[in-house]
């Protein structure tokens, strides 16, 4: 974790608060939840590093599963029927546990259906190790989980169940038929082999605990389970099931949230010039982002012109780190400095007088109409010659063209924006297994933790790492031993 999260994190309640009784089990919108017949004590707050692990491993012995023997099965519920919750539900079911899948809408993965336009970018080709850049500053965080359940492990998951998959040349990995829906398939038949229960339309309205069980209060029941597993999303495309709720359960359960914003999201610019050149994407420019007149990150990637301002993948990965308010400077020829092309254009022009300026400006690959475009804006004829170029507005012309200024007003919102950035923070979560450091047997995997990666198939990636991370956890804390034992 570095400062920079740790400062916008929000805390969700404060330990001593003498109310944080009641805090634990309210519901989502703040009132009261009532567990009847429940008297709610706190859960046994601890703390232990990432080495540390429980003390005590629950264990069922075989005799135990098959009698109930007071204890009955342990039984997980999972909040959310995306890819991390199914993957995570499907991997724990089995000796004797019960999984439960709540989802709040009529079906689930409704998000992971729209993926990929429709064609799911499940995961990325190349090594592993390649993937611990691509999540911004919070991209340590993921490595145990990445390598615990690689991109080939994924790979090997889909082929094994009958969806092969296809390696793009840009090292997105598709499924071969090009179908997200065969994917959300795969995950729903499979938790339907392995005996998970999933319940649609079954809104989580509140969580809470009393020693160690966990309740769940949805829109038609009150159950509870011995291990809690929140796989809500984030709040990105609400309309799609995954509206933040997860942030209000982890917060009412004492997690603090570092504030949640849109990402993967289009910049809008002010008074944006390009608008008459929508369409026109430029490979490989380079990207400053300025705040308050100081440059605060550098980075290269595509760029799309769009209606209202900018886009493609370059933008998008940006944009986690871009607020309103800033100024972006696009750099359309990357490794050439303004003075070196006011140079160039001048040598260009001594040699041939008469060449005009679009000319010279198109001999570096850049597209005529957004020549064009700048030679308007700079005021200037479109068949100006290089002869009767000023030095003046040589000199403003290979400014514009290697650091175009682009004042931002604002930033795509939730209703655009492919992910959410910020999140359950952290610095209170287990890398190595998803565990809450703050309650015992909750976990919190996917969307809704404070990860966001890339576009090219990070996302599910960490997705489906997350919940294997914790089906992992879950399963070695609810051995089946022989009877007798
Ligand atoms: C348009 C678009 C395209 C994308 N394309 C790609 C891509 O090609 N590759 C890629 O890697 N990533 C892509 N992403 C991102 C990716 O879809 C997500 O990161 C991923 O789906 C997260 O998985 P998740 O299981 O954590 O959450 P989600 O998929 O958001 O699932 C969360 C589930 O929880 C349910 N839920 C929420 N609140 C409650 C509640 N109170 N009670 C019960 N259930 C609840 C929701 O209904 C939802 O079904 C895309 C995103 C968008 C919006």
Known sequence: MNDAVETRVERGLNRTDPTLNNARHTSL???NLEFPGKKMTLPPAFSYDDTCRHEKTQEYSAGDVASGNGMGFPTVIVIGGGPAGLFCALRISGEG???VVLEKMPSCGRKLLLTGLGQCNLTH?????SFFEKYGDNGPFLRPALMNFTNQDLRAFCEEKGVPLGTMESGKIFPLSKKASDVLSLLLRECRIRGVEICCNEAVLGVGIEEHTFFVQSQNSIRHASFLVIATGGASYPGTGSSGDGYKMARSLGHAIAPPAPALTPVYVKEYPFAHLAGISFPHVTFYLFRRGKKIRESTGDLLFTHSGLSGPGILHLSRYIEAGDELKVSFLPGLSAAH????IQEAASAHGNRQVKAILTGYGLPLRFVKGILTRAGLSETLT???LSKKDRDRLAAMVCAFPFPVSLLGGFDEA?????GVSLCEIDSKTMESRVVRGLYCI???LDIDGDTGGYNLQAAFSTAASASRDIV???RILPAGR
């Open 386 to 388: 290089g002869a009767h």
């Open 29 to 31: 919108d703040g009132s």
């Open 125 to 129: 080709d190349g090594d592993i190790r």
């Open 97 to 99: 546990r019960k999984v």
């Open 476 to 478: 070695s804390k609810t």
């Open 418 to 422: 492919m992910v959410t950035r910020g």
């Open 446 to 448: 996917g969307e809704v």
């Open 341 to 344: 092309l006011s140079r160039r």
